[in-house]
């Protein structure tokens, strides 16, 4: 009796280790796999360098927007799985400064944006995916307007080609949506 509670508990043990080491692999390997760089970090890096921009804001959808020029220049950050882009212009005759890290979630299969600015202490946060047709990626997402209140926000970024890019974003207040900018981007270097 006490040989054969011997052999159960050796092989219990034998088979937990094993069970745990597979878990171990599979765990190994798809951390490697969250980690890697893919196909969509390296389509995003075509975004580094620098860029002009022509942008278009509307505070109000009845009047005509403000109008106005600035720069972007983007960097590959953490080994080419992150972007850093820095925003240099003006809104309304002030300094505009911004800046944005982006990238795409091996894990999640997902494009991330994250932005902040001189116009604010808040950051905000969207996710989002691409249509490879249209290469297109629509982002959706939330900020917190000047009073406190949770902002829904759609930002559509069009690739036109390796030079040009088009940007449109969309607020959503009192379950509205409102076109708040866009903004044409065009390579420099």
């Not at 005509?64 to 960097?75: A, I, L, N």
């Not at 604010?120 to 959706?140: Q, V």
């Not at 509205?176 to 981007?185: D, F, G, Q």
Request: a negative charge.
């Amino acid at each position: 009796m006490k040989t054969g509670a011997l052999f159960a508990i050796l092989f219990l043990f034998v088979g937990f280790n094993s069970f745990s080491s597979a878990q171990d692999d599979a765990m190994m390997k798809a951390w490697q796999e969250f980690m890697t760089p893919g196909a969509m970090h390296k389509m995003m890096s075509g975004m580094v360098g620098e860029w002009n921009t022509e942008m278009k804001m509307w505070m109000d959808p009845s009047q005509p927007p403000t109008e106005s020029k600035g720069t972007m220049k983007y960097e590959a950050i953490m080994d080419g799985r992150y972007f850093l882009g820095k925003f240099e212009g003006e809104y309304t005759g002030m300094p505009f400064h911004g800046m944005e890290i982006t990238g795409f979630d091996n894990a999640k299969k997902m494009f991330f944006s994250t932005w902040i600015d001189n116009f604010g202490t808040g950051i905000m946060m969207l996710e989002g995916k691409m249509d490879e047709e249209t290469k297109t990626i629509t982002f959706r997402g939330t900020s917190t307007d000047p009073m406190g209140k949770e902002m829904r926000v759609k930002e559509i970024i069009k690739h036109i080609d390796d030079d040009h890019s088009f940007m449109e974003m969309f607020m959503e207040q009192d379950g509205n949506e409102m076109k708040t900018m866009e903004m044409h981007a065009m390579r420099v270097k």
